[in-house]
């Protein structure tokens, strides 16, 4: 079944806490990008990657890293986090940037 | 201002009815645009995509482009229960970084 997997599906945590979503695709698509979704601001994209080892910033990149090292992978990493991080996070994936799926999502509370 | 704006709704339609979703955008240089549909603890599905300006139509749904006005609809045509939803607007001028509308509450009661 094609699908994108998200982990954890939820976490609660305290700032400052390193911590590591993972993401992975089994469609070998080429692009995958990460969201999150806040009640009145909606989807608001953080990162996206093209391909393996070639990432770009969205609209809202501060306070996270990616890394995107296979092909089926694309970690968001939140080094530092802090309480406005909390949010529900999306991984999507696409052969072509139009047409993404999504994961089920990922909700973060940092307390 | 930001790039996308859509109505929050929420929308409450008996079934079978018709239902207008609407976004506006900002910039004329966007050419892809998107209609998501979102379950309640569900990540967003694709309904439909277009590119530049037209119709395109699938089963029940129609996605209208007016790039003079800056304008995009869905249409859902006999709606159902199932279509009970949030539907989530979204453009993109490069095919790979993306704004999302804050989407429109759909529920159709039977």
């Known amino acids: 079944e094609a699908q994108v997997t998200q982990n954890p599906r939820y976490l609660i945590t305290v700032t400052g806490k390193k911590l590591t979503v993972t993401c992975s695709q089994n469609?070998?698509?080429?692009?995958m990008s990460w969201y999150r979704q806040d009640p009145g601001l909606g989807l608001r994209q953080i990162y996206y990657?093209?391909?393996?080892?070639?990432?770009d910033k969205g609209d809202v990149p501060e306070g996270y890293k990616v890394s995107r090292k296979e092909k089926r992978n694309f970690p968001l990493i939140l080094e530092s986090p802090s309480p406005n991080q909390t949010s529900l996070y999306f991984c999507a994936s696409s052969s072509e940037g139009r047409a993404q799926h999504f994961g089920d999502g990922t909700r973060l509370s940092i307390l | 201002q930001k790039e996308v704006e859509q109505d929050p709704g929420p929308l409450s339609v008996p079934e079978g009815a018709i239902v207008s979703l609407n976004c506006t955008y900002s910039n004329s240089a966007f050419q892809y645009f998107m209609w998501y549909r979102q379950y309640s603890r569900k990540g967003p599905e694709l309904l439909m995509y277009?590119?530049?300006?037209g119709n395109k139509e699938d089963g029940r749904f129609t996605a209208q482009v007016d790039k003079s006005s800056k304008y995009i609809s869905l249409f859902i045509r006999d709606s159902q229960p199932s279509d009970s939803a949030t539907y989530l607007c979204a453009i993109s001028n490069t095919g790979n970084q993306f704004y999302f509308g804050t989407g429109t509450s759909l529920t159709v009661i039977p």
């Open positions: 277009t590119y530049s300006s």
């Open positions: 469609m070998n698509h080429e692009y």
């Open positions: 990657s093209m391909n393996v080892e070639v990432t």
